[in-house]
């Protein structure tokens, strides 16, 4: 079971054939625990843009009564994108989220905020990012959570696991999730890890061009929608909100149930 925001909901993984048109590291995680366990379930309410007020009150009581075994929660990443934000109360109420959620027996997944380091716009973010981070490795050690601490994965201070936008992860960035994710749960994959080649250093000219590109085309779209309250999240709904056994084929389920959903319509 995964619930959180768009880090879970596979954003910066496009793929057509997944719900949503993104894949991401829990649906990759999810194909291979069902071949480890053909009889094993999976479902993923996770929603990009996603506040964690929103998470606890949409997708947590469904996520519960469904009995999971095991859930993923990524939560706060967008609280923290703004400045106005209390993280001190945030922090509250993800660990009464928290509690909740390991309350239920199931082993929960908690994560870390990877620190980014990169363009000085985003230094006010980066310390708050820490502060979180801080916080969230106290909270799921008090309550037996499983922490899987994504800032010290430092492999991803590759620019090419990420977005354009600096804030999802790319392609190769998920799939690298999903390996590690895996690995620290005991479970044998068979997902295939490029290596890649040593990042080549900008010059200063490149870097500067590259740097008010990402402000123009990421930055200040992103403080406009933010300004006009408009969110992504709010024109979909959760790729797997019925639990299914990925062993039958993640793509065959999916068309299955565009198919069904058109007959319906």
């Known amino acids: 079971m995964a619930i959180g925001d768009s880090f879970t909901e596979g954003i910066g993984d496009p793929n057509a054939y997944y719900p949503n048109g993104f894949r991401g590291w829990a649906d990759r995680m999810a ?18 843009s996603k506040f964690l007020d929103q998470i606890v009150e949409e997708q947590i009581q469904p996520a519960l009564a469904m009995a999971p075994t095991h859930i993923s929660f990524y939560a706060g990443g967008n609280d923290l994108l703004s400045l106005r934000t209390d993280l001190g109360g945030l922090m509250d109420r993800y660990e009464a989220a928290l509690t909740r959620l390991t309350a239920s027996g199931a082993e ?7 620190d980014t380091r990169t363009t000085w716009l985003l230094e006010p973010l980066r310390r708050r990012v820490l502060a979180f981070n801080d916080a ?16 010290l994965m430092r492999e991803y201070e590759d620019p090419r696991l990420w977005a354009r936008d ?22 044998p994959h068979t997902l295939k ?3 890649l080649d040593p990042w080549a250093p ?13 402000v123009r085309g990421e930055v200040l779209p992103l403080v406009a929608r933010r300004l006009r309250g408009v969110y992504d999240g709010d024109r979909v709904g959760p790729k797997w909100p019925e639990p299914f056994r990925p062993a039958r084929g993640m793509k065959r389920v999916a068309k299955e149930r565009a198919l069904a959903a058109q007959q319906s319509a």
């Open 108 to 114: 929960v997944l908690a994560f870390t905020a990877f």
């Open 193 to 195: 890890i490029t290596e």
């Open 136 to 151: 969230v490795r106290d909270i799921a050690a008090a309550h037996g959570a499983t922490l899987l601490d994504h800032t």
């Open 31 to 48: 194909r291979q625990m069902g071949r480890a366990d053909e009889s094993w379930e999976y479902a993923n309410l996770a929603i990009r």
């Open 166 to 187: 600096r804030i999802h992860m790319s392609r190769q960035g998920h799939k690298r999730m999903a390996a590690f994710v895996l690995q620290e749960l005991g479970i």
């Open 202 to 214: 900008r010059g200063l000219r490149r870097a500067i061009e590259d740097e008010a590109k990402f």
